[in-house]
Structure formats: structure tokens, C-alpha cells
């Protein structure tokens, strides 16, 4: 149990689609240390990868004494109680490798000592602990980027199952509108209501900074942020959130979509944010995920395999 190996502070890293991140979080107050990030090639091999998150563990460790426990926020389809990577459609070199002993050696640790989190729960956690859910009994996160990662928490735990919880906390693959929520609800979307309309095909960034003089992109916006709403009013409504953090690269326009999503929720009395902790959000849960399981409440969230959309 890491409850028996880290004392104050965790080694967190984020693993994402093209960079990793690593930093030292306070399991006090959650405070980062240096953060260390660089970008990963395709191309790498599982040997390669694992001593580029040596290297940047090691950097984000300068300046402390001693080693500690690694917490690392990982995407889906990934066996987080076992280490072991399931993905296919990014990091493939990864793919069936034990990535929680071949660290332990790297980091001279104990197999417990390395622990693995799903990337968008380790998102909601830190904002739960020292950001735009801060206070809230129950809180929900959205990741809003390439498809949409969800979770879901209630006094600061993650839930995977009870009332108003999609199963495994995941809202991606349910039935919308004759399709699935990320049909609607992504950047593929954008892209696809804006191509629609012109027949022209953009990249997401391109299209929130060409709003001002094209109004067939705000309202490629403003159809997803429609959905966003529908999804949030009808299919989280059982969940009974107090508030709603959205976070992930497409929550960097979101004055181009919050109107809409606003429209669609009326007079509900959620609270909708946008991510204060940003591309910090993961380092910080995995520090919050580690306190809580130091003071005996095992974090796990989505401990069973399945697939989260990117951040």
C-alpha cells in the first residue's frame, strides 16, 4: 500500500497522447514542485519510454532528499491494478509491458510503491483537491479534447458505480441521439459540424481562432456546446453534480461554447467551471489520490480496464 511508502509528497507524472509531465506534489497541500515535460516520439520503444520517464522523474526529483512513491496519470485501455498497459491506438510500444516493475528498478522502488491512475480521474481529483471543485460535495469532470473522458466524485472519492454513475465512470460510448456521446461531443465534432456547413475541413485550433471573421466556425462551437449541454442536463442528471469542471485542450475556447452550454441547463443549479489547475490538473490529482490513500481510503477509481478519451 502506498499508505506505507510515501510520507508527504508523490512523484506524479501525466502520460499523455504526445508529452509527459513529471513534478513532485505535496500530499499536504498538493503544491508542485519544478515540472519537468517533453514531448514523446511515435516511434519509441518501450525501452526508450521508460528511460524518458526515468529521465524527467529524476529532474522533477532535484533539490529532495530521498526517493518517493510514483503516482503516474495514465489514458485507457490500461490494467491499472496490474501496470500494465492495454492501448493500441496511441503508445502501442507500450503495449502488455509491466511499466510498474520496470520502474520500480529504474527508481531502485518496491513494486507497491508505483501506482497507476486514470488520467481523467487524476484530472477531477485535482481539481477537486486545489482547483475549480474545491468545496463541492459532488463533483464531475469532463475532458473535452480528441473524444471526452469523464469522472465522478463525491466528497473528494472517486465513484465508478451507485446512482446517477455510468458504468466505470465512463460517458464516451453512451447511447446518444443515434450515435454516441463522443460522436457529438469531441474535436472530431467541431471539425465535422464546421465541415457541414462549408464543406471545408479545419483543425480545431484553427477554428477557434478564425471565430471572429467566421461565423460557420462560432457555430461549429456553439452546436457542440449544445450537446455538451444535453449530455450535462439529461444523461449526468441522475448524478445530482454540484458542479461540472471542464478541462482537456478544447476547454481553452470555452467562451466560444459555454453560452450554449448555459442555454441547454436553464436555471439548473450545477455549477459549471473551467479547469483553474489546466495542464497541472493530472500532477496534482495523482498527489491528492496518494493522500488518500496514506490516510486509508484507497483511491482506485477506474480499476478495471477500459478506455478513456484523451486529454
Known amino acids: 500500500m502506498m499508505a506505507d511508502l510515501v510520507e508527504s509528497r508523490v512523484l506524479a507524472f501525466d502520460v499523455g497522447g504526445s508529452h509527459v509531465a513529471a513534478a513532485v506534489c505535496s500530499t499536504s497541500d498538493f503544491r508542485l514542485g519544478s515540472v519537468a515535460s517533453a514531448p514523446h516520439s511515435a516511434t519509441h520503444t518501450s525501452d526508450a519510454f521508460l528511460d524518458l520517464l526515468y529521465d524527467l522523474g529524476m529532474r522533477a526529483l532535484a533539490g529532495y532528499d530521498g526517493m518517493v512513491g510514483a503516482m503516474l496519470a495514465v489514458p485507457g485501455p490500461f490494467d491499472l491494478e496490474a501496470g500494465v498497459s492495454l492501448m493500441r491506438h496511441k503508445l502501442p510500444y507500450l503495449y502488455g509491458i509491466d511499466l ?59 465513484e465508478t458505480e451507485g446512482p446517477g454513475v455510468p458504468a466505470g465512470g ?69 448524478f445530482h453534480a454540484d458542479v461540472i469542471v471542464l478541462g482537456g485542450g478544447i476547454s481553452r475556447s470555452a467562451s466560444l ?54 486529454i
Open 257 to 310: 461554447f459555454l453560452p450554449a452550454v448555459q442555454n441547454e441547463l436553464g436555471d439548473s443549479p450545477i455549477q459549471l467551471r473551467v479547469s483553474e489547475l489546466k495542464d497541472k490538473a493530472a500532477l496534482v490529482g495523482c498527489g491528492v489520490a496518494a493522500f488518500h490513500t496514506t490516510n486509508g481510503s484507497p483511491d482506485p477509481g477506474k480499476s478495471t480496464p477500459v478506455r478513456s478519451a484523451a
Open 100 to 158: 510498474r516493475h520496470a520502474l520500480s528498478e529504474r527508481f531502485a522502488l518496491q513494486p507497491a510503491q508505483v501506482r497507476f491512475l486514470n488520467d481523467a480521474d487524476a484530472y477531477l481529483l485535482g481539481e477537486v483537491g486545489a482547483g475549480a471543485a474545491r468545496g463541492f460535495r459532488r463533483a464531475v469532470g469532463l475532458t473535452l479534447g480528441t473524444g471526452i473522458g469523464s469522472a465522478f466524485a463525491v466528497d473528494g472519492h472517486l
Open 170 to 238: 465512463e460517458i464516451w460510448n453512451l447511447p446518444y441521439q443515434g450515435g454516441i456521446v463522443e460522436d457529438f461531443v469531441s474535436s472530431r465534432a467541431i471539425v465535422g459540424n464546421y465541415q457541414r456547413c462549408t464543406g471545408k475541413q479545419r483543425e480545431v485550433v484553427d477554428l477557434g481562432a478564425a471565430v471572429p471573421g467566421d461565423p460557420a466556425a462560432q457555430q461549429a462551437f456553439t452546436e457542440f456546446g449544445q450537446h455538451l449541454g444535453v449530455v450535462i442536463r439529461t444523461l449526468l442528471a441522475g
